[in-house]
């Protein structure tokens, strides 16, 4: 079992930049890929980025290649999404994911533990 805790969310203008934190409880956590995904009222839950278990492969959506960057400490258990350049539409409550096997995983279906979720709005 494992518990996903994140932190970091919260309001911000346009062109600013946030650091979300996800601390995940066991011993375990190096065995998990994880995954940042987000959902925005009247849409569908969508992934940001993913990372393999020991960050040496990641994956980001289109639409912020170039302005986030996920990456993770498995010697304190979390995993971090980098937001930078934020813009409006990046408005949205992020949730953070782990993922069985280790290896990167982008649909929402393989991820087996998933956080309460942590609201970032972005003001133009």
């Known amino acids: 079992q494992v518990q996903l805790d994140e932190s970091g969310g919260g309001l911000v203008q346009a062109g600013g930049s946030l650091r979300l934190s996800c601390a995940a409880s066991g011993r375990t956590f190096r065995t998990y890929a994880m995954g940042w995904f987000r959902q925005a009222p009247g849409k569908e839950r969508e992934i940001v980025a993913a990372?393999?278990?020991?960050?040496?492969?990641?994956f980001y959506a289109e639409s912020v290649k170039g302005r986030f960057t996920i990456s993770r400490d498995n010697a304190k258990n979390t995993v971090y999404l980098q937001m930078n350049s934020l813009k409006p539409e990046d408005t949205a409550i992020y949730y953070c994911?782990?993922?069985?096997?280790?290896?990167?995983?982008?649909?929402?279906?393989?991820?087996?533990?998933w956080g309460q979720g942590t609201q970032v709005t972005v003001s133009s």
């Open positions: 990372i393999s278990w020991s960050g040496g492969s990641t």
């Open positions: 994911a782990a993922a069985r096997g280790g290896y990167i995983a982008t649909m929402s279906q393989t991820y087996d533990y």
